[in-house]
């Protein structure tokens, strides 16, 4: 991803945010992450957070999707005598389709991004509106779209460690490079 990528997603994300009544400082704002998974396609494939807080008992995020954009299939494993990160998501603005392991719904309200469809494997559907919330537990295979509206996703967790973070799609870099501009 390009810098200028970068920066555009971050002043969109602090936008969204800045609608939704969360204010960010600029230190913060600098500090927003752009995680398009070395796809290519941060508006299919992507999602930009916030993280607050992150220590080695506890975590808490913003999550920011733009319409339709989403956060491809993946766990989190056990990290050494630690089970794995639970997290709750709850969701402050937008809507957002979670699935999870579970009994599949007859038909989603998702779009499975075209070129992933085989890295899709979960589809028993969540659906959180503003004020509803939901906990993934560790070891569960997940992923999320936000509605045609965009999302804001406010997620609390255990320890965060997104470099062990397993995805379904073997083409995913969770933290790729970041390219100069060309």
Request: charged share 25%; net charge negative.
């Amino acid at each position: 991803m390009k810098r200028s990528e970068i920066r555009e997603a971050q002043r969109r994300t602090a936008a969204f945010l800045h609608a939704g009544g969360i204010v960010l400082t600029q230190k913060e704002i600098e500090a927003i992450e752009v995680a398009g998974f070395g796809l290519g396609q941060l508006e299919v494939q992507g999602l930009q957070l916030i993280t607050y807080v992150n220590t080695d008992r506890y975590c808490a995020k913003e999550l920011v999707m733009f319409p339709g954009q989403t956060c491809p299939e993946h766990l989190h494993p056990p990290v050494g005598g630690d089970p794995g990160k639970m997290e709750t998501f709850r969701c402050r603005a937008g809507s957002v389709f979670l699935y999870v392991e579970g009994k599949p719904a007859p038909a989603i309200q998702a779009i499975v991004p075209a070129d992933g469809e085989p890295y899709y494997t979960v589809f028993h559907e969540i659906v959180l509106h503003p004020g509803e919330q939901y906990t993934i537990q560790p070891g569960v295979k997940h992923w999320f779209q936000a509605g045609a509206e965009g999302a804001v996703i406010s997620e609390f967790s255990s320890t965060s460690r997104d470099e062990f973070d397993i995805f379904t799609d073997p083409r995913i870099e969770r933290i790729p490079v970041i390219r100069e501009d060309e």
